[in-house]
């Protein structure tokens, strides 16, 4: 059965992807854990002219979720009609029962987001004005409209969810990258190939630090990511640079893998990385490959500023060595 902290371990692998202020919200109930997600269509709306359209996904998770049981599910869009709800929910349903044994919210989200955006572009086509052109009407056609009732007659795509750790989910169905706004219907999205961004993480410690630096190592070639893994006397920070999906997926690895050992000398998972902040790389910041340094104060200082990032610097790692420096003197 699973415990009370590996469903709280699946939520907080959730906030790392869904990490916008209140997109997933966790609550104790009597009957279990209370999950409640916020789905964001903005781009939708935009596209056709039309008001901000949102979903909201509940689930709630039994005690012996997800060994035993599956959660319940209820969804909330305003932009649909009762019964295509009622169908997405139903499809979600039949995933969960499929999965069951296995941690299956990121899988579930992922189906919700597809199959709500993909209703979502259907109603706007008929009812917008401003119709898109025939190929992209052809396109949102060809989905079946019970798509929902049968999760097995979904559109398959090649690769896996672009996220995965390691609580449960081994091998799941595919689906769709959970933090990248859906084109309609297999248009590719070219903004996805351009959307690099720089993100600053802060490691409290380390006890195995050969094997922890290869793993951050080995991630960064695996992901394509570039960057620096900076030791600075007491302070460790990881500078990445790359996709903002594979720096999530480096995220989500890093919290939930065993990376580091305890007091005791066993493998644990990382539970002290926190995200300091994340910001578009801009061309004169971009760093062509990852290492590792060792580095004093004023070298590091000097880094951030050769690089223009002297405002991260200043805002994110100027505090910490400060609070280092503090806590060596008392």
């Given at each position: ?319 910490l060595l400060q609070g280092f420096y503090k806590?060596?003197?008392?």
């Amino acid at each position: 059965m699973a415990s009370n902290e590996d469903q709280a371990f699946e939520v907080d692998a959730l906030k790392l992807i869904y990490c916008k202020d209140g997109e997933v919200r966790d609550s104790e109930v009597a009957s279990g854990k209370r999950i409640l997600v916020e789905l964001d269509f903005t781009h939708l709306g935009e596209r056709f002219s039309a008001n901000n359209i949102h979903g909201k996904l509940e689930f709630l998770l039994p005690h012996d979720y997800p060994q035993q049981s599956p959660p319940s599910i209820s969804i909330t869009c305003k932009s649909l009609c009762p019964e295509v709800i009622e169908s997405v929910k139903n499809a979600l349903k039949l995933r969960a029962n499929d999965m069951l044994g296995e941690s299956m919210l990121l899988d579930l989200i992922c189906l919700a987001k597809e199959l709500l955006e993909h209703e979502i572009t259907n109603s706007l086509l008929l009812d917008s004005p401003k119709k898109s052109s025939a190929k992209e009407k052809a396109e949102c056609d060809s989905f079946s409209q019970d798509a929902g009732r049968d999760a097995h007659t979904l559109p398959k795509e090649d690769k896996p969810c672009e996220y995965s750790y390691d609580v449960g989910i081994q091998n799941s169905p595919p689906c769709v990258n959970a933090d990248t706004p859906q084109r309609s219907l297999g248009d590719v999205s070219e903004a996805n190939s351009t959307n690099m961004v720089t993100s600053l993480l802060h490691l409290d410690h380390m006890r195995s630090k050969t094997s922890y630096t290869k793993l951050i190592r080995r991630w960064a070639g695996e992901l394509s990511l570039t960057g620096r893994l900076f030791f600075c006397q007491r302070a460790i920070f990881i500078l990445l640079q790359g996709d903002v999906k594979n720096i999530k997926e480096y995220i989500v690895r890093n919290r939930t893998t065993s990376v580091d050992v305890d007091s005791r000398g066993k493998a644990c998972k990382e539970r002290m990385l926190s995200v300091l902040c994340e910001a578009s790389t801009a061309p004169n910041q971009t760093l062509r490959e990852f290492t590792v340094v060792e580095i004093s104060p004023q070298e590091l200082h000097l880094f951030f500023k050769q690089h223009f990032m002297e405002d991260m610097y200043e805002e994110h790692v100027k505090p910490l060595l400060q609070g280092f420096y503090k806590s060596v003197k008392h």
